[in-house]
């Protein structure tokens, strides 16, 4: 996972709690962009969705 600028929050769905991070990376599958962190409280990935624009500007 790659530090970028901007910190973004994620809702890991295992351990019901939300958390901000600025380690992520932007992956894309079929026509959706999502940004995939790992979690704080385990060895699993949370995702999150974002936007065309969003997604162009966090690469």
Not at 4 to 9: M, V
Not at 17 to 40: L, N, P, Q
Request: aromatic share 12%; hydrophobic share 30%.
């Amino acid at each position: 996972m790659a530090k970028q600028e901007e910190k973004l929050s994620f809702y890991d769905v295992k351990s019901k709690k939300k958390f901000e991070t600025d380690e992520f990376e932007v992956r894309k599958k079929g026509d959706r962009y999502f940004a995939v962190a790992k979690s704080e409280s385990g060895p699993h990935e949370c995702w999150r969705v974002l936007g065309k624009d969003q997604a162009a500007k966090l690469k």
